[in-house]
């Protein structure tokens, strides 16, 4: 476990911020602290870990997106992990994709509290409306190849036949390599790994082409 990743010294010792980014974190926390009374926003047992399990895991993604120039879309955002702290951070065209209504509601204040400039879908990734995306971004929704499906869905509305295929930049845990030999049973896949700085089993996977795999010639 990491120490005084809640202090700014100690956050910024693993990823920079400035003062004031950290002081919007800040307010993210209590705030959804609060509402965690009510509403389940994250799990129970990773409350007293937030600062590390949440807010760092997600700040990590920083350097995967700073020169993302285009629309970045979270699937499944939830509590706004990880794409309301990189709007925080800095990061422009992010557009949160969240079913259900209450933590949407959740998002806005936030959005509002930390005067960030974010788009909120209150939608399933199924319903959502085509965007061209430069990135999708995800943590913690689903396996891999349930992930590159919810993509190929979501690119299969375009009107665009020349539309590129966004980068793809998932947070995966331990497991992630079976998923990924799932995956590799259906598509092909042109990815980097990377070593999360928050969990020692845990990957950041960029992923930048997808390529179904031809069995026609099989007999």
């Given at each position: 476990m990491l120490k005084n990743i809640n202090t700014y010294q100690g956050f910024c010792t693993n990823v920079f911020v400035s003062r004031e980014t950290f002081e919007k974190l800040c307010?993210?926390?209590k705030t959804?602290?609060?509402?965690?009374?009510?509403?389940?926003?994250i799990s129970?047992?990773?409350i007293k870990?937030?600062?590390?399990?949440?807010?760092?895991?997600?700040?990590?993604?920083?350097?995967y997106v700073k020169d993302v120039k285009g629309n970045i879309l979270d699937f499944g955002s939830g509590a706004g992990f990880p794409g309301l702290v990189l709007a925080i951070m800095g990061i422009k065209n992010i557009h949160l994709v969240e079913a259900d209504q209450k933590k949407c509601v959740f998002l806005r204040e936030m959005a509002m509290l930390t005067n960030v400039d974010i788009t909120i879908h209150n939608c399933r990734i199924e319903s959502l409306n085509n965007i061209n995306a430069d990135?999708?971004?995800?943590?913690?929704?689903?396996?891999?190849?349930?992930?590159?499906?919810?993509v190929d869905l979501f690119l299969s509305k375009s009107l665009n036949a020349k539309i590129n295929y966004p980068k793809l930049l998932f947070l995966k845990?331990?497991?992630?390599?079976?998923?990924?030999?799932e995956l590799n049973k259906k598509k092909k896949v042109n990815l980097k790994e990377y070593s999360s700085i928050t969990d020692k089993y845990g990957k950041i996977l960029y992923i930048s082409k997808v390529e179904k795999l031809?069995?026609?010639?099989?007999?």
């Amino acid at each position: 476990m990491l120490k005084n990743i809640n202090t700014y010294q100690g956050f910024c010792t693993n990823v920079f911020v400035s003062r004031e980014t950290f002081e919007k974190l800040c307010v993210f926390h209590k705030t959804l602290i609060r509402w965690q009374k009510s509403i389940n926003l994250i799990s129970k047992n990773s409350i007293k870990n937030i600062w590390e399990r949440h807010f760092l895991d997600s700040a990590q993604l920083f350097t995967y997106v700073k020169d993302v120039k285009g629309n970045i879309l979270d699937f499944g955002s939830g509590a706004g992990f990880p794409g309301l702290v990189l709007a925080i951070m800095g990061i422009k065209n992010i557009h949160l994709v969240e079913a259900d209504q209450k933590k949407c509601v959740f998002l806005r204040e936030m959005a509002m509290l930390t005067n960030v400039d974010i788009t909120i879908h209150n939608c399933r990734i199924e319903s959502l409306n085509n965007i061209n995306a430069d990135m999708i971004v995800c943590r913690a929704l689903a396996p891999m190849d349930k992930l590159i499906n919810y993509v190929d869905l979501f690119l299969s509305k375009s009107l665009n036949a020349k539309i590129n295929y966004p980068k793809l930049l998932f947070l995966k845990g331990k497991n992630y390599h079976n998923e990924l030999l799932e995956l590799n049973k259906k598509k092909k896949v042109n990815l980097k790994e990377y070593s999360s700085i928050t969990d020692k089993y845990g990957k950041i996977l960029y992923i930048s082409k997808v390529e179904k795999l031809n069995f026609n010639n099989e007999k």
